[in-house]
């Protein structure tokens, strides 16, 4: 393969990673209206919590949680294409795999990479979520996981 395929597939998994996060979002989203659940926090809580640890400063105090609501969200849509990279790399180098397999270890992978951050800085603990949080964390990760490959294999050709 050569260093133009590595390219393709480096663009390939963003775009895929891309695709899997509005599948996130349109399975997260349904899963509010249909429960009747609100927004998760947590990514807020996240940017609050890195700021003030970093020192950083995002404004009068009505800005910075403006812009703490917009950075929380952009923070997911990172990890979502930055997990999409990844498959894209793991993919340049193994020729076959199993898609449904692949499927659920790109949203494993996407689910631990979105959670260990707030559960290193002690925003959430896994250990406590019950089965609604992990079924409400774990099937759009999941949902994620299935687009994501799925995008990619189009993609790829």
């Known amino acids: 393969m050569g260093k133009g395929r590595i390219f393709h597939d480096l ?3 963003v775009a ?3 695709t899997g996060t509005t599948a996130l979002n349109a399975i997260t989203y349904l899963d509010m209206a249909v429960r009747g659940r609100p927004a ?3 990514p807020e809580k996240t940017v609050d919590t890195l700021t003030e640890r970093l020192h950083v400063g995002l404004g009068p105090e009505e ?3 403006n812009r703490e609501q ?3 969200p952009m923070l997911g849509i990172l990890t979502g294409v930055g997990v999409g990279l990844a498959y894209g790399l793991f993919r340049h180098s ?3 795999v199993n898609g449904p397999a692949a499927a659920a270890g790109v949203g494993l992978a996407a689910a631990v990479a979105s959670n260990l951050p707030m559960t ?3 925003l959430t603990d896994p250990r406590k979520w019950g089965i609604g949080g992990w079924v409400s964390d774990l099937i759009p990760h999941l949902g994620y996981g299935a687009a994501t490959v799925a995008a990619f294999e189009l993609m790829r050709g």
């Open 120 to 122: 290193s800085l002690g």
């Open 63 to 65: 800005d910075a949680r």
């Open 16 to 18: 895929a990673g891309a």
């Open 40 to 42: 998760s926090g947590l």
């Open 94 to 96: 193994v020729r076959r």
């Open 11 to 13: 663009a390939a998994g």
């Open 70 to 72: 917009g950075l929380g």
